[in-house]
């Protein structure tokens, strides 16, 4: 049972696309339930790769890989999304467990990151994570609210830009959904484009500067 006992004046509801998190706990939950099982006989056949939501031991992302090999689908990526303290602390023994064994990718998710480490420390994590996958050659998806205020209300934050001006140092960047989606896409890459000269991964390029 959960049992809500702080809210700010006039309640709160918990809305579609949203969840719960309880940082430090333990669930000891299945990682895979029945109805992921059921999904992978479609992603085997029709996706490019497979995301791990919530993935946080080595094991876990064993068991995925023997689901995998079931199907197989042994040469289906497998894309890690990092979105626990205790993800954080077991990502050395995931990569290292894990490359040379099954293609793999890390995913920064920022959001449910900052709710398990707090703001200011996902500042300082992101940029370790970036640090540990670079030196494994494993790619990374840079995630969540990255040019959010476009993507969903067609407006620009300057300090958005700033932390889309970072996420040239992963492989990939994602975006969330909304209306002003292509809006978003094109902020990005003007942006992509223009860091990409100054940066690669977490090397400075040093490039003549543009006065």
């Known amino acids: 049972m959960l049992r809500v006992t702080e809210v700010k004046a006039g309640g709160v509801r918990i809305q579609s696309d949203k969840?719960?998190?309880?940082?430090?706990?333990?669930?000891?939950?299945?990682?895979?339930?029945?109805?992921?099982?059921?999904?992978?006989?479609?992603?085997?056949?029709?996706?490019?790769l497979v995301g791990f939501s919530f993935v946080e031991t080595l094991a876990e992302i064993e068991q995925l890989m023997s689901e995998l090999a079931k199907r197989n689908a042994s040469e289906l990526p497998i894309i890690a999304k990092i979105e626990t303290n205790r993800a954080v602390k077991n990502l050395p023994d995931i990569i290292?467990?894990?490359?040379?064994?099954?293609?793999?990718?890390?995913?920064?998710?920022?959001g449910d990151l900052a709710v398990e480490l707090g703001s200011a420390r996902l500042?300082?994590?992101?940029?370790?994570?970036?640090?540990?996958?670079?030196a494994a050659h494993v790619p990374v998806i840079w995630a969540t609210q990255v040019l959010e205020s476009i993507a969903k209300k067609g407006t620009r934050s300057r300090p958005e830009f700033t932390d889309a001006a970072m996420a040239v140092r992963a492989e990939c960047v994602m975006l969330n959904k909304g209306?002003?989606?292509?809006?978003a896409i094109e902020a990005l890459v003007s942006v992509m484009v223009r860091m990409h000269e100054h940066q690669r991964k977490k090397f400075s390029r040093l490039r003549a500067l543009h006065w």
Not at 37 to 45: G, P
Not at 179 to 183: C, K, N, Q, S, V
């Open 19 to 48: 969840g719960v998190n309880f940082p430090e706990a333990e669930l000891n939950l299945a990682p895979l339930t029945q109805k992921d099982l059921s999904d992978l006989a479609f992603v085997c056949v029709h996706a490019d």
């Open 96 to 110: 290292l467990g894990t490359i040379g064994r099954h293609n793999l990718g890390i995913m920064i998710a920022r």
């Open 123 to 134: 500042a300082e994590i992101q940029e370790e994570l970036l640090w540990l996958c670079e």
């Open 179 to 183: 209306p002003y989606i292509l809006d």
